[in-house]
DNA sequence: TAGATTGTTAATCGATTAACAATC
DNA sequence: TAGATTGTTAATCGATTAACAATC
């Protein structure tokens, strides 16, 4: 039964179910069960079958899912096929580290310019990627449609730079600085990746593990 | 009262609380109050008391928390001052990056090395940290107590690297790879950095504002 | 003292798991 | 047909929120 409200468990963890599904896919497994599917990544049957049930009947009785129909699938409810575009703000080492390694295309993205203000590499392009000038920024977002910013600037112009880019109609920031950002258009959508609080999560996990064995 | 179980949810929570008072701090608060931190925090003034409280009493009636006790408490919660190391596998744009930009120092890491295979930077040193040559690492590991390794080698070598860490004992590995990582040893800890999946929640939650929109 | 705010217990809400009829 | 497995409803579990006595 298709569900309006998708909680925010469940949308965190359609992107896992869709990384493995590709693996089987290119392994060349033809079908699976909720149980072996939930067995292999270390969830249970039932929420699987839950999640999935949010978005509509995929499987069929006695035999699973088919793996390329449900790939299919769960990359279209990711809007994977949308042709969405991105750009990067600063090509530090990592914007440059973005653009040369992450597969964007792989999310359905693609990324269309790169703004910095050093003269060092404004005019160049990383892996055919533009770099333009920071001020050209407005510009640029006037004349071509952009869904997503991908936030490296440094820390001290985050904030004026997500202003600039909610201004000029962005739908999403992605963003890479430890600035929480805020930001007066609720529409804008902020996707924090927070290094710092991973880390510090994983150093809770370790120091917890040298408590409890004291 | 202090609990022996810590959900995840409470550990996920505690590095934002920790970002926010030490921005308090910075900005010379003395005091704040359950229900301030809260609606600063986009949460409520329960929520945060009940979660310090898993912890202990740090707060006083009719006064509030002391912004900088209760910084410093948060800050032993997480192990910042365990005096954990940490070193980088994999001295690409990403390695670099984090060892140039990222302040492992404020998160309580002292990075030691770093690791690559590439003889062109083997041998020199980034921000003074050394690179070494990967087949120095269990040499290194052995002769180095090391708490954390910083996961960021191509993918084809991801799963042989994180064995080769297990083996020698690391506790944790920050995992920057897009691999899901198979460890044996479950005393390991494994802290996922997916950017895709991070990327892929951005691109549901547009497409879906999208869809509503129509 | 009176007002404010804590830590904690109780109530509510939501998410996960279990059960099962339907059916391939 | 018999076995397997779905989608969904019901039961359970856990997390969040509300309420309040204690007290600074």
């Not at 990544?41 to 499987?59: K, N, P």
């Not at 359905?108 to 590499?121: E, K, Q, R, V």
């Not at 952009?146 to 936030?151: C, F, P, Q, R």
């Amino acid at each position: 039964m298709k569900k309006d409200h998708i909680s925010n468990a469940v949308i965190r963890r359609l992107p896992r179910y869709f990384r493995y599904l590709n693996d089987l896919h290119e392994a060349g497994v033809i079908r699976i069960s909720s149980s072996a599917l939930g067995k292999s990544l270390g969830s249970t049957a039932s929420q699987i079958r839950q999640d999935l049930s949010c978005f509509g009947e995929f499987g069929q009785q006695g035999y699973g899912y088919n793996v390329e129909t449900l790939r299919s699938e769960i990359a279209d409810i990711l809007g994977i096929n949308k042709e969405h575009t991105a750009i990067v703000l600063g090509v530090g080492n990592l914007g440059r580290a973005l653009i040369e390694n992450f597969h964007f295309e792989r999310s359905g993205f693609t990324l269309t310019a790169a703004f910095d203000t050093s003269p060092a590499i404004v005019g160049t392009s990383v892996r055919n990627v533009p770099v333009y000038h920071a001020d050209s920024l407005e510009q640029f977002l006037a004349e071509h449609h952009t869904d997503v910013a991908v936030l490296t600037v440094p820390q001290r112009v985050t904030q004026q730079t997500a202003h600039r880019l909610v201004s000029a109609g962005v739908q999403g920031i992605w963003n890479f600085t430890n600035i929480e950002l805020s930001i007066s258009n609720p529409a804008v959508i902020v996707e924090d990746v927070h290094f710092a609080d991973s880390l510090l999560a994983l150093s809770y996990m370790i120091s917890d593990r040298d408590a409890a064995a004291n």
